[in-house]
């Protein structure tokens, strides 16, 4: 069964459908709330592209730390697994910080998580906003956290190059690739985190 849940300003989405893969299950989670999210909803989408890795917002906290407690069906499978979920998070910062707040919290009333990034996942855009950073300066700011797993991403993995520029038959592809990587986890239950393209 598959399970996709999104999240969005203030709004929680959730829908199922059927087959990704007998015995998997999938949540999908939007980030929360991000400093550019703000810019471009108040109409000032230039100023918004051109920060590059926005932060979430304060609003986009609290967002990803309300995820489990909102959505029933997450909260049942975190609590019920007999083994640890692992959490699959694009490397941008409002990803990874959307993740670690959301299942790496004091009030967590889940066994703990794995996390493990995939640079596959990242946002699409060749602007700013949609650009993370280096793998140094990611592990510089979330390397403390020594359940997250950075060796699947390559030192230039922020790029859009190659299989990473915006064009439909590469989003298609990185898609493909991405969803074989998926199936192929050991996992029972997988939750990615990730951006609404």
Not at 63 to 68: E, F, G, R, S, Y
Not at 168 to 173: A, F, I, N, Q
């Given at each position: 069964r598959h399970v996709a849940l999104g999240l969005r300003g203030s709004r929680h989405v959730a829908t199922t459908s059927s087959g990704l893969a007998e015995g998997k299950r999938v949540f999908m989670i939007r980030h929360g709330q991000s400093q550019h999210n703000v810019l471009f909803e108040s109409g000032r989408k230039e100023e918004g592209r051109k920060l590059l890795d926005p932060s979430l917002t304060?609003?986009?906290?609290?967002?990803?730390?309300?995820?489990?407690?909102?959505?029933?069906?997450?909260?049942?499978?975190?609590?019920s697994t007999s083994s640890s979920p692992v959490v699959v998070v694009s490397p941008l910062r409002r990803t990874l910080q959307t993740a670690l707040n959301a299942f790496k919290h004091e009030?967590?009333?889940?066994?703990?998580?794995?996390?493990?990034?995939?640079s596959d996942i990242q946002e699409t855009g060749e602007i700013n906003c949609d650009t993370g950073r280096s793998k140094t300066e990611v592990i510089e700011e979330f390397g403390h956290h020594d359940d997250v797993d950075f060796s699947h991403l390559r030192e230039d993995w922020h790029l859009k190059e190659g299989d990473y520029r915006d064009q439909?038959?590469?989003?298609?592809?990185r898609f493909q690739k991405f969803t074989k990587w998926l199936l192929d986890r050991p996992e029972d239950t997988l939750i990615v985190v990730a951006h609404h393209n």
């Open positions: 304060d609003l986009g906290f609290s967002q990803a730390k309300a995820i489990v407690g909102k959505n029933e069906r997450l909260r049942e499978v975190l609590q009030e967590a009333q889940h066994e703990p998580v794995f996390f493990v990034c995939n439909g038959p590469l989003l298609t592809k």
